[in-house]
């Protein structure tokens, strides 16, 4: 479903602030992997995500990026968009704030179709969407016509989330989202991802830094380091692992000890 075969990028080429992000990257996710992808500050993880996204060109040569078979390399960000869902760190982003719930919702359930005129919004597609709100348990289903600007950080997310997965698309990017949310709110989140991601059989690629979330979320987890892939496990290995495991891991590959690294962040 998503295929990245020897991708490197570089930023500020010919420098003195040149920086290797992404160095000969290839990793392939299956149909219905929920991939996990952790590391420290600069490890190349949002690169990665970015450069899948199209928000970053890679660096020319061998680097290819297949999403649902097709290459997307060359693929302009707004063209990719229709084989990707994204949900962001910053709630702000993803949604419009001045536009009503139910306009959101519309213009996702559109996203990379022709778009007419017309006065409203069909009673069966607006059933539908309270369908689809009713299952995030939040009281979304009664406030259709609310300026999302209006919901807290942690509805916005979840509508977001929701957004992104209305056209089922071949692959969903979390990237670090709930990293801006309070722990209880970030935990009801992941929650929704989670319960989403399964009952649509979602391939995703999530980015975070908190490792007990890289562990317990997913099939499969995913540890960079100066922009290359040290460990990947799945699995046995995957359902095994522990924080201690996992960081035992990391230096025995990277070695470096956990206090070198301090923006690995929770354990």
């Not at 959101?104 to 778009?115: C, F, I, Q, T």
């Not at 209006?150 to 957004?163: K, Y």
Request: glycine share 10%.
């Amino acid at each position: 479903m998503l295929r990245v075969e020897k991708v490197s990028k570089t930023f500020y080429k010919g420098t003195v602030n040149e920086k290797v992000a992404l160095d000969n990257v290839s990793v392939q996710l299956a149909p219905g992997d929920f991939v996990t992808v952790i590391g420290g500050n600069g490890a190349g993880k949002s690169t990665l995500l970015n450069a899948v996204a199209g928000v970053y060109p890679v660096d020319g040569g061998e680097g290819r990026i297949y999403i649902d078979g097709r290459d997307v390399t060359k693929m302009a960000e707004h063209q990719r968009a229709r084989y990707i869902g994204r949900v962001f760190q910053d709630p702000m982003l993803g949604t419009a704030a001045g536009m009503m719930l139910r306009e959101n919702l519309a213009l996702a359930a559109r996203r990379g179709k022709r778009l007419g005129l017309k006065w409203g919004l069909p009673a069966g597609e607006t059933a539908f969407y309270k369908e689809r709100l009713r299952a995030l348990d939040l009281g979304l289903e009664e406030r259709l016509d609310a300026k999302v600007g209006l919901l807290s950080g942690g509805q916005r997310q979840a509508v977001t989330l929701l957004m992104a997965v209305l056209q089922r698309p071949p692959l969903l990017l979390l990237d670090e989202h709930t990293a801006a949310l309070d722990p209880k709110t970030a935990e009801k989140v992941l929650q929704l991802t989670e319960q989403i991601v399964s009952e649509n059989n979602l391939t995703t690629l999530m980015i975070t830094h908190n490792m007990r979330d890289a562990i317990a979320m997913g099939n499969r987890l995913i540890m960079m380091e100066e922009g290359k892939m040290i460990i990947d496990l799945a699995g046995e290995d995957k359902k095994n692992l522990t924080v201690a495991r996992l960081l035992e891991a990391f230096e025995q590959v990277s070695h470096k000890s956990f206090t070198q690294d301090t923006a690995l962040l929770s354990k």
